[in-house]
Antibody
Framework: QVQLVESGGGVVQPGRSLRLSCAAS????????MHWVRQAPGKGLEWVAV????????YYADSVKGRFTISRDNSKNTLYLQMNSLRAEDTAVYYC???????WGQGTLVTVSS | DIQMTQSPSTLSASVGDRVTITCRAS??????LAWYQQKPGKAPKLLIY???SLESGVPSRFSGSGSGTEFTLTISSLQPDDFATYYC?????????FGQGTKVEIK
């Protein structure tokens, strides 16, 4: 069955970096665009970034542009989110999701706090 | 950027009620709209895609309608498992935008 498993979350100080991973299985990962979506505690869903199936195009929310980088390794069926210059307002559960929203991971919590 | 506005923010209903949630886009998105259900501590679950297509495995009491800028999600007869938060989402552009969510509570 399809699985998306995020990892890499944790507690990090403001201004530091963190890299999230999303391991995919059960579907042809290299055929799908992939997204990162986040949800701050008690808040709604916020789209973060998307990457084309082949990595050729990437788009970001204004709130993370210039600080976050989405990437993928189709040979490893893995999606990444490199997060730099982290701020308190980046605290959230981060989900990876397939294009069209059919498959989602369970989420990984990122807490930015001193 | 396309903005999505959901109403109401909270809805109190009883088991067996017919429930309708509305979503409005700031510009036309054709039928590129999805609806999700989310329960506490869980990932969103796709219910409806392309405005009115029911995702496989989703009960038929869920239905979606609309096009352009006005969309609705209807639950024909609310069941205990349906108490959750619902989000609309546009995917007309390369990016996604979510509505702010509608929490369906027990009356």
């Amino acid at each position: 069955q399809v699985q998306l498993v995020e990892s890499g979350g944790g507690v990090v100080q403001p201004g530091r970096s963190l890299r999230l991973s999303c391991a995919a299985s059960g579907f042809t990962f290299s055929s799908y665009g992939m997204h990162w979506v986040r949800q701050a505690p008690g808040k709604g869903l916020e789209w973060v970034a998307v990457i084309w199936y082949d990595g050729s195009n990437k788009y970001y929310a204004d709130s993370v542009k210039g600080r976050f980088t989405i990437s993928r390794d189709n040979s490893k069926n893995t999606l990444y989110l490199q997060m730099n210059s982290l701020r308190a307002e980046d605290t959230a559960v981060y989900y990876c999701a397939s294009d069209q929203g059919r498959w989602w991971g369970q989420g990984t919590l990122v807490t930015v706090s001193s | 950027d396309i903005q999505m506005t959901q109403s109401p923010s909270t809805l109190s209903a009883s088991v067996g009620d017919r429930v309708t949630i509305t979503c409005r886009a700031s510009q036309s998105i054709s039928s590129w709209l999805a609806w999700y259900q989310q329960k506490p501590g869980k990932a969103p679950k796709l219910l409806i895609y392309k405005a009115s297509s029911l995702e496989s495995g989703v009960p038929s009491r869920f239905s979606g309608s609309g096009s352009g800028t006005e969309f609705t999600l209807t639950i024909s007869s609310l069941q205990p498992d349906d108490f959750a938060t619902y989000y609309c989402q546009q995917y007309n552009s390369y990016t996604w935008t979510f509505g702010q969510g509608t929490k369906v509570e027990i009356k």
